[in-house]
């Protein structure tokens, strides 16, 4: 059957059984007429969930459903109650910023899905393809920034939310457990500060975080950025929001040497977005733990349980190991310092 318009080549085929089971979630939404089958063509790039547009009567629509088993090299257990995470974290940043989320069409707590308005590729290109094709807009990471603070800002101190989102064993195994206790494994001689780093990050918890704020899972929209993916939300520390974007920032830089410059001015411009927003803490105190994530991050992409795919070359993954292994032994208290060493590191 022809892939409707938009929808990658390379498209994965969807078993019997996950198509029925999508079929049902769609039913039980109140999705579908009566009888109607939908088209049901999966996305590529999920490592953790089924997604897949579905052509309805009433038009295309995209839904999630959480996988039990993540897609990479070396899986790690992760409960499929993320998905309520998710949909969760989708809606209170639509409270906060109506537009930088996608529309949420329906949830089923049963078969943990939820369906959310299609997003047409054409109008909502994905922020890592137009960061690798060289169309660098610093404005756009301004945006990225100013969202993600607003929303951090918007949640800070709510002890509802910190209840709703106390998902603080499920942080530790999709982000803790597989970046930084891995790292540790591969690295004794940065246990000490990878350990250090895990329970500073656990033990603080001021605002909603989203988990996985990557250009991967941000859509770019004439109307700013879309963000995707929360999979990995829970009520903790902000601070690692912006350190893990500012990390595929860096690393970009190995990825597409020729645009280094132009990555370096999307970290100039989402650090100082952000940093403009912080509103709940000292804005020095923040920064300092952005630091010492941010020094964790850019070994555990490499040496994690889920390193970074464009980084392949062992000469580059020596690269970075060389700048992140200081640096998380002595670590930075402003990130422009850590993008001046990092701008000239050899
Ligand atoms: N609402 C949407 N409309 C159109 N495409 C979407 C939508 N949501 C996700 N996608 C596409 O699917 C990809 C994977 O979605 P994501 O939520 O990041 O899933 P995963 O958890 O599997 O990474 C995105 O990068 C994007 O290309
Ligand atoms: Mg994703």
Request: aromatic letters at 6%; glycine letters at 6%; charged letters at 20%.
């Amino acid at each position: 059957m022809a892939v409707p318009k938009g929808i990658p080549a390379d498209a994965l085929v969807l078993s019997p059984s996950d198509a029925e089971e999508l079929l049902q979630a769609l039913r039980r939404m109140q999705l579908l007429q009566p009888r109607e089958t939908p088209l049901l063509t999966p996305l590529s790039g999920g490592v953790s969930s089924l997604i897949v547009r579905a052509d309805t009567v009433a038009g295309p629509l995209c839904i999630k459903r959480a996988l039990a088993r993540l897609k990479v090299a070396s899986l790690w257990e992760a409960p499929v109650r993320r998905n309520r995470a998710e949909v969760a974290w989708l809606r209170v940043a639509m409270r906060v910023i109506p537009g930088a989320v996608p529309e949420i069409l329906g949830d089923d707590a049963q078969g943990n899905a939820f369906a959310m308005a299609w997003l047409e590729p054409a109008d909502y290109p994905v922020w890592k393809s137009l960061l690798r094709d060289g169309v660098i807009e610093p404005s756009t990471a301004q945006a990225v920034g100013h969202n993600l603070v607003a929303i951090h800002a918007a949640t800070a101190g709510d002890a509802e939310l910190a209840r709703a989102f106390a998902n603080d064993a499920d942080f530790h195994a999709l982000r803790l457990e597989p970046y930084f206790v891995e790292a540790a494994r591969k690295h004794p001689a940065c246990a000490v500060a990878l350990q250090r780093l895990v329970e500073t990050t656990a033990g603080t918890r001021l605002a909603l975080v989203h988990g996985d704020i990557s250009p991967k899972n941000i859509l770019i929209g004439a109307r700013g950025p879309v963000f995707l993916d929360a999979e990995c939300a829970w009520y903790g520390d902000p601070a690692f929001d912006l350190a893990f974007c500012l990390n595929h920032l860096l690393l970009k830089c190995v990825w597409c040497p020729a645009q280094r410059s132009g990555y370096l001015r999307c970290f100039d411009m989402l650090t100082a977005s952000y940093l403009g927003g912080v509103n709940w803490e000292p804005v020095a105190a923040l920064e300092a733990r952005a630091c010492a994530l941010l020094a964790g991050l850019l070994l555990a992409r490499i040496d994690g349980k889920s390193p970074v795919e464009y980084i392949t070359q062992d000469a580059e993954r020596e690269h970075v190991r060389r700048f992140a292994i200081p640096l998380l032994e002595h670590s930075a208290l402003k990130l422009s310092e850590i993008r001046q060493r990092w701008g000239s590191h050899g």
